[in-house]
């Protein structure tokens, strides 16, 4: 079983930086791809970023301004937000999962959120 705990995240003006935390434990052997999700209010599930070991994807919503930065000893991954705006508010997910996918159904394991508030 893996577990996932995410940390980091606040509130932060548009334009501003954030950066959260996504530490995994457990079945370490199964942790092939470590992601990204976002869930605004009334909202699905969404896809951010994903990386493998050697490979890094990102939502065309994101790509310029988000980083993911893997540490494949630790099995953590963290976020860099970077030009930060409203609609980027939204609770987000750190993801596990055994395939580089952009879908929520294809992660099997999840944290538990962490919220990203950006005022206008």
């Known amino acids: 079983q893996v577990q996932l705990v995410e940390s980091g995240g606040g509130l932060v003006q548009a334009g501003g930086s954030l950066r959260i935390s996504c530490a995994a434990s457990?079945?370490?052997?199964?942790?092939?791809?470590l992601g990204w999700f976002r869930q605004a209010p009334g909202k699905e599930r969404d896809f951010v970023a994903v990386s493998s070991r050697s490979m890094t994807y990102y939502a065309s919503s994101v790509k310029g301004r988000f980083t993911i930065s893997r540490d494949n000893a630790k099995n953590t991954i963290d976020l860099q937000m970077n030009s930060l705006k409203p609609e980027d508010t939204a609770v987000y997910y750190c993801?596990?999962?055994?395939?580089?996918?952009?879908?929520?159904?294809?992660?099997?394991?999840w944290g538990q959120g962490t919220q990203v508030t950006v005022s206008s």
């Open positions: 993801a596990s999962g055994s395939s580089l996918g952009t879908t929520a159904s294809e992660y099997a394991y």
């Open positions: 457990g079945g370490a052997f199964r942790i092939y791809a």
